[in-house]
């Protein structure tokens, strides 16, 4: 369900709007825009939804129009034209007052610079959004108090943030938020400034957050291996424009244009993409644990394949059998195959990731069989090329018989 709709929000600055506008719509590109008009077209019709308790990030460069297109979000930027409609509510055709009420309880933001008062404690900060709604202390304090040991921070409810470092600035500006408890949290670079390593725990910890508060997120960074950590789904900005919206693994396996391609390409791919987007789902041969011999050499000769997966009645995942191990037991007198399969393959899920499955070609050297976590059900095959074109970013043209003993090496 869309807690959030943003339709068709146009933002331009400068004094001739209008004009500008209608240039747009005329088809006109920014850069004539601000030559014709002096406007810049900060966001050009945006268009999207946002899920109840979805992780949306927002990403770009400097100057795609990521903040520009957040402020209109809450209208702290008034849009040019579009609509942004909050819970079936149209925000931008809001009173001051009601306005103030949805920035109040419904969407709190976050900013990247913390925006905290650094003479007064945290307990304060974080139940200052509360106090203006003249919710009575006791309250607000057991309020404040509740978000406090949320974010960690317990025990430093009396210092005043000026004392404290950038990380926990950070956490009393997410705290000062979630006081209100909104439903949608704005985030705004918000650990932009922080340095790496707090960085990273500041993330897993509103990824922990999350997964508890289950709130909506809408998050701004320009940083992709931030996007690609915190989002559901990631919209990309350029020069105002979104130009693709996905997820994480949706833009990294069909980026829309080149730009994104060229953004995505640095990317460590192993650990997002997954089996379900590398898997054949009909996965060659199966074959039956009391299958003949014979029709099983057949199978293989037609179909090129020197190892088949062996299946139960009800299509569950047994294991592998290879063609040696057939010969070998036809030279012992064996009519079906089952003495020939080997069982102990490690199999993936389709949600497992390529660095998950590479130990497996180590283990089996050949595919991994993906199989569903209840029912056991064999779903498709990820063969070993597959898996080594996502680890070393070659290409299925240049793979030779030669270049996958290679590869398989280097990963060994
Ligand atoms: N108040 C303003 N007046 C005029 N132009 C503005 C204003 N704010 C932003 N812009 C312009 O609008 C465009 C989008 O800016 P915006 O700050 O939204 O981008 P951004 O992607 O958030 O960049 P950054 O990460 O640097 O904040 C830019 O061309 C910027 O120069």
């Known amino acids: 369900m869309s807690i959030l709709k943003i339709e068709d929000l146009t933002l331009i600055f400068g004094k001739e709007k209008e004009e500008a506008l209608s240039l747009?719509?005329?088809?006109?590109?920014?850069?004539?825009?601000?030559?014709?008009?002096?406007?810049?077209?900060?966001?050009?019709?945006?268009?999207?939804?946002?899920?109840?308790?979805?992780f949306f990030v927002i990403m770009g460069l400097s100057g795609s129009g990521k903040s520009s297109l957040l402020r209109c979000l809450n209208r702290l930027i008034e849009p040019t034209s579009g609509n942004v409609i909050l819970n079936e509510v149209n925000i931008t055709s809001l009173g001051d007052k009601e306005l103030q009420n949805v920035r109040r309880k419904e969407m709190a933001m976050v900013f990247q610079k913390f925006g905290l008062l650094p003479h007064r404690t945290v307990l304060e900060n974080v139940a200052f959004g509360l106090e203006l709604q003249d919710i009575p202390e006791k309250e607000r304090e057991e309020k404040a108090k509740k978000v406090i040991e949320l974010v960690s921070l317990q025990g430093y409810e009396n210092q005043p943030t000026a004392a404290l470092s950038g990380g926990m600035q950070q956490r009393v500006g997410l705290a000062r938020a979630l006081a209100n408890e909104p439903e949608i949290l704005l985030m705004d670079e918000a650990f932009s400034a922080l340095d790496p390593l707090i960085r990273t725990q500041m993330q897993d910890e509103l990824i922990d957050l999350q997964k508890t508060m289950h709130k909506t997120i809408v998050f701004i960074t320009h940083d992709l291996d931030e996007a690609i950590r915190l989002g559901d789904r990631i919209a990309i900005m350029k020069d105002g424009e979104i130009i693709q919206i996905g997820t994480p693994e949706e833009i990294l396996t069909n980026p829309a244009t080149d730009y994104v391609s060229s953004f995505v390409e640095k990317v460590d791919r192993k650990s997002i993409i997954t089996a379900a987007s590398l898997m054949f789902e009909k996965p060659t041969v199966a074959i039956f644990r009391k299958d003949g011999v014979e029709g099983t050499l057949r199978k293989m000769?037609?179909?090129?394949?020197?190892?088949?997966?062996?299946?139960?009645?009800?299509?569950?995942?047994?294991?592998?059998?290879?063609?040696?191990?057939?010969?070998?037991?036809?030279?012992?007198?064996?009519?079906?195959?089952?003495?020939?399969?080997?069982?102990?393959?490690?199999?993936?899920?389709?949600?497992?990731?390529?660095?998950?499955?590479?130990?497996?070609?180590?283990?089996?050297?050949?595919?991994?069989?993906?199989?569903?976590?209840?029912?056991?059900?064999?779903?498709?095959?990820?063969?070993?090329?597959?898996?080594?074109?996502?680890?070393?970013?070659?290409?299925?043209?240049?793979?030779?018989?030669?270049?996958?003993?290679?590869?398989?090496?280097?990963?060994?």
């Open 24 to 54: 747009l719509k005329k088809g006109s590109t920014k850069a004539e825009i601000l030559k014709e008009t002096g406007c810049t077209v900060a966001v050009k019709n945006a268009a999207f939804e946002i899920e109840k308790g979805e």
């Open 301 to 412: 000769r037609s179909s090129g394949l020197t190892a088949l997966p062996a299946v139960s009645t009800d299509k569950e995942f047994l294991g592998f059998v290879y063609l040696k191990d057939i010969l070998e037991i036809k030279a012992k007198g064996h009519h079906t195959i089952e003495a020939a399969i080997i069982t102990d393959i490690p199999v993936a899920y389709p949600e497992t990731t390529v660095e998950t499955m590479l130990p497996f070609i180590a283990e089996n050297g050949r595919a991994v069989p993906i199989i569903d976590k209840d029912t056991r059900k064999l779903l498709g095959i990820v063969a070993q090329t597959s898996l080594l074109i996502e680890t070393t970013g070659t290409s299925w043209e240049n793979i030779t018989g030669n270049s996958i003993d290679n590869l398989q090496n280097e990963i060994i």
